[in-house]
Nanobody, 124 residues
Framework: QVQLVESGGGLVQAGGSLRLSCAAS???????MGWFRQAPGKEREFVAAISRGGSSTHYGDSVKGRFTISRDNAKNTVYLQMNNLKPEDTAVYYC??????????????????WGQGTQVTVSS
C-alpha cells in the first residue's frame, strides 16, 4: 500500500512553468507512477507515467514535448515538470500508483492508489 500527497500547483501565466511533486509513503519503488488531470466537466485524462526504476516514460499526446515526469526513489517522490503551459492545461492534477509494469497502460482504472490532487490554473 502507498499514500500519495501532491504539491506544487498554483496560478501561472501562459508560457510559464510549474513543477509538481508527489510524496509517497510505503514501498514507493515497487510502484509504477502516473500523473493524471481532470478539468471541470471532463473525464480524468492521462498525462504521464514512469516505470518503477525510472528508465521508461510515456506521455499523453497533449503534453508530449512540454511535460517531463521523473522520480527519485531515494526520496520517495515523483515529479512533473510542466513547461510552456497553456490555458487548456488548467485542471486538478493527480498523482497515482499501480503495481503493474507497463507504462503505456493509461486508463485511470488501472491505477490502485491516488492522491488528493493539486490545482493548476493557467491564465491567458
Amino acid at each position: 500500500q502507498v499514500q500519495l500527497v501532491e504539491s506544487g500547483g498554483g496560478l501561472v501565466q501562459a508560457g510559464g512553468s510549474l513543477r509538481l511533486s508527489c510524496a509517497a509513503s510505503g514501498r514507493f519503488s515497487n510502484f509504477l507512477m502516473g500523473w493524471f488531470r481532470q478539468a471541470p466537466g471532463k473525464e480524468r485524462e492521462f498525462v504521464a507515467a514512469i516505470s518503477r526504476g525510472g528508465s521508461s516514460t510515456h506521455y499523453g499526446d497533449s503534453v508530449k514535448g512540454r511535460f517531463t515526469i521523473s522520480r527519485d526513489n531515494a526520496k520517495n517522490t515523483v515529479y512533473l515538470q510542466m513547461n510552456n503551459l497553456k490555458p487548456e492545461d488548467t485542471a486538478v492534477y493527480y498523482c497515482a500508483a499501480r503495481g503493474g509494469v507497463v507504462v503505456t497502460s493509461t486508463h485511470p482504472s488501472l491505477y490502485d492508489y491516488w492522491g488528493q490532487g493539486t490545482q493548476v490554473t493557467v491564465s491567458s
